[in-house]
């Protein structure tokens, strides 16, 4: 499934269907009165969340969503039936932005959460509903409402508890791959990742989701590598596991760029709590993984993870880590969540 994190996408909801105009004419009754129906009500525009779904890729093919109008009431006291709604099935972590993509209109977070984005025009009344005692043949109904357009912007981030971060080649996909079933791409060159893969994680009897994100370099927030657009997708985790190569020269100063990167993106990202691990000490002596250990201590202010994730040692523990600060943060509670949730 080719993966697609932004869609803009024109929507219209149902008109409303006219009211009705008659009266009752029937041989031997005299006086028979209004009877026209009500117009049925134009159809809704909806988006829900659904299970299986990982892009938004279905956009980039249909674009335009549009409910059906409600029908004209009719004689005999008829009502016209309502327009049938379109329905956007989008994914889990979908936000849905109006045309400016910067007006936050639904934030489905949750599996079978729904948002009306646009509602259909009511329906207008038939003659029926204007009878009166002093005006008992009304020759008066009303048109159904119009519905509206409006374009979206649909934005998916992705629901992960923890999220992998660090400079190319540092080792994220390989680290997602050793401890989950998911087969990223790992080869040693630059930008192999090139869009966020999640991965289920268990550690013990427990379990959390684990994203992988494409790596960052220097100057992303301008745009630079693969920018840093996809920073979105770490932006629901609630921990950050912070992946330095230690064959690197100076591992300190990666750490700083990816953290620099952090900030400058926003986001409360340089915020969230961070595990810091140094990776490939398989490949190093001893005495180096002593030198490297110090120099990346030195700027993350905590002691970092010796592991090397290719040959899955120190891996379990950092998955021991991560757990106990994802269920910490659980208990913490996740105001910006569950206040978006509305069944
Ligand atoms: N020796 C050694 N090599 C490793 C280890 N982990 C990863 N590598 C190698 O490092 C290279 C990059 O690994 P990836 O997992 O693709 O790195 P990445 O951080 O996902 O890179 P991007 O997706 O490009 O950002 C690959 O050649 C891996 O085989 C390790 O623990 N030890
Ligand atoms: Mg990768």
Redesign the pocket.
Known sequence: MKFLDEAKVYIRSGDGGNGCVSFRREKFIEFGGPNGGDGGKGGDVIAVAVDGLNTLIDYRYQQHFTAKNGRAGMGKDRHGANGADAVLKVPVGTQVYDEDGRTLIADLTAVGQRAVLARGGNGGFGNAHFKTSTNRAPRHANPGQPGTALTIRLRLKLIADAGII?L???????FLAALSAAKPK???Y????LHPQLGVVRADTREFVLA?I??LIEGAHEGIGLGDRFLGHIERCRVLLH?VDGTGEDPGAAYQTVRAELAAYGGGLADKPEIVAL??A??LSPAEIKQQVARLEGEARQTPFVI????RTGTGDVARALLDMIEQARRGGEPALAAAWQP
Request: aromatic content about 4%.
């Open positions: 660090g190319p080649n540092a080792g994220k996909s390989t790992i080869a040693d630059p930008f192999t990742t992988d494409p790596g992946l990776n490939k398989d490949a090397s994730a290719a040959a």
